[in-house]
Each structure stands twice: as structure tokens, then as C-alpha cells.
């Protein structure tokens, strides 16, 4: 999997980790391991594990007796999550690609993901690596972004970005906002082998210290400051002064305010 979307290198896993974690992904983690019922003694892969946001929620989570195994594309992300991760005997984390899993069939009895899955070039394919690594009966928990049209500050970072470039525009932010078609998502879990699919939808008002701090995140904290870098059409500084003040405009400047939507997916190997 190496497509530029999925590039979380550099300095950008601190930025995503600062500005943006305690913002839109912490409380999505919350939710999405409060979902999780394992059995005894549990075997769980987390797949596109960041910097470490869901880990540590299942950390905090899972029984003494539990294992759990975290994973990510990126090394440099994995190299931030251990600078974030309490030691725990309970813990491996390493770099792996989701398409092709280097675990034995039936080794583990959850599967959880973040906001990874639209990053998947081979979506069916990732998702049948899933089903190959599951237990019988284990858990598939993952989840995706609502359109940009319901997440207003991925929309306003998208356009305002956007702005800057007289042609060819960054499109970075059509890949995590782009994968939400329930009927799209219901059709790719049946064709890797998963039964009894459920989405949810959630709604969660969130909160930054400041759109100025939000901003940052929205720029630096994601692979689009690569063409913004390379492109030198403006310089970073600029382009995250138009996003706070395109953000403070939508939810507040100190602090900053808005609603995030995702859809929640759940389903049994």
C-alpha cells in the first residue's frame, strides 16, 4: 500500500498527534472501543493504530490476560506511538501493510481500525486479509468519515487548501472523506466474507483550544503539506492562517467548536 494518501512521514505524525488527536480522533476512539466484547484472555490486531490514539484506549481497556497487537504502514507513525504508549507486556506494535497481514489464519479474535480503511487501495482485498487473520466468529470494528458535506472542517481545510493552487489542487482530503456509501461498504464486506454487518452512525461535538491550533493540524498533520511544500505556491505559515480564519468563521476562534459524523462498522468472520 503505498499510495501518497497513506504517507504519514516526517514531522507530520507530531503535528497529527498534537493538533489534531484530542480533536477528532480521541473521542472517536472512545467510542468505537466502548463497542468492542471479547472473550477471555483476547487476542486483538489494530490495524492503521496512528500514533497510538486507539491503542492506548484499549490498553486502558482490555484485561490483564488480553494480547494486543498494534500496526501501522508507517514506521516513523509506529516510532511516535511508542514515544506515547505506557510500557505494557499486553503490547507489540510493529509495521505492517493491511493488504497483506504477516499473520497465520485464525490468529486473532477482533480486528480494529480508526479511520484506516479509506486509505486501502484494495479495499475487498485489505478486508479479506481481515477475515483471513480472524478467528471464526471474531470481530471486524472499523470506522470511516461521513462526507466532507457533514464534516464542515475537513470540507474548509479541502477548499480553503484548495485555494492556493491555480491548477491541479491537492486532492488528499477526498481520500478519508471519500469512503462512506453504506450500500458501497455493506457490498465490499460481502464480497471478503463477513456476515452479519451492522453501521451506525455517530455524532460527536467536539472542541480545540483554538482554530489557529486546529488549523495546524489540518496542514502539517496530514501527507497534504507535501504538495503545498513542493509546490512552493505559498508557504505553510499562510496557508494555515486562511484555515483558521475560514475555521473560526464556522465554529468560534478560542475556543473552536464543530461536529464530526462518522459511520461505525461492524461485522463477524
Keep these: 500500500m503505498t499510495t501518497d494518501a497513506a504517507k504519514f512521514v516526517g514531522s507530520i505524525p507530531d503535528f497529527y498527534d498534537r493538533h489534531l488527536g484530542p480533536v477528532i480522533f480521541e473521542p472517536n476512539a472512545v467510542d468505537i472501543v466502548s463497542r468492542l466484547v471479547l472473550p477471555p484472555a483476547a487476542n486483538v490486531l489494530e490495524v492503521a493504530c496512528g500514533t497510538g490514539i486507539v491503542t492506548r484506549e484499549l490498553l486502558a481497556r ?23 504508549l505506557p510500557a505494557d507486556p499486553r503490547l507489540t506494535l510493529r509495521a505492517a501493510d493491511a493488504q497483506s497481514l504477516p499473520f497465520p489464519d485464525g490468529t486473532f479474535d477482533a480486528y480494529v481500525c480508526q479511520f484506516g480503511v479509506m486509505f486501502f487501495p484494495d479495499k475487498v482485498g485489505a478486508l479479506r486479509e481481515a477475515r483471513r487473520v480472524l478467528k471464526p466468529g471474531g470481530t471486524l470494528l472499523f470506522n470511516v468519515w461521513c462526507s466532507m458535506a457533514e464534516n464542515a472542517f475537513g470540507r474548509i481545510a479541502h477548499e480553503t487548501i484548495g485555494s492556493f493552487f491555480t491548477s491541479d489542487p491537492p486532492t488528499f482530503y477526498h481520500t478519508p472523506y471519500g469512503w462512506c456509501d453504506e450500500s458501497v461498504i455493506l457490498e465490499t464486506l460481502e464480497q471478503a466474507d463477513f456476515r452479519s454487518p451492522v453501521i451506525e452512525r455517530v455524532e460527536h461535538v467536539t472542541t480545540s483550544e483554538s482554530s489557529d491550533h486546529f488549523a495546524v493540524g489540518w496542514v502539517q498533520g496530514n501527507p497534504v503539506v507535501h504538495a503545498i511544500t513542493e509546490r512552493g505556491t505559498a508557504d505553510t505559515a499562510t496557508v494555515i492562517a486562511a ?8 465554529g ?6 464543530g461536529i464530526m459524523r462518522a459511520l461505525v462498522v461492524s461485522a463477524k468472520a
Design 243 to 250: 484555515v483558521s480564519a475560514e475555521l473560526a468563521r464556522a
Design 252 to 257: 468560534g476562534e478560542r475556543p473552536w467548536e
Design 62 to 84: 482490555l484485561p490483564a490476560d488480553a494480547r494486543l497487537t498494534a500496526t501501522d504502514l508507517n514506521e516513523q507513525m509506529i516510532d511516535h506511538a511508542r514515544t506515547r
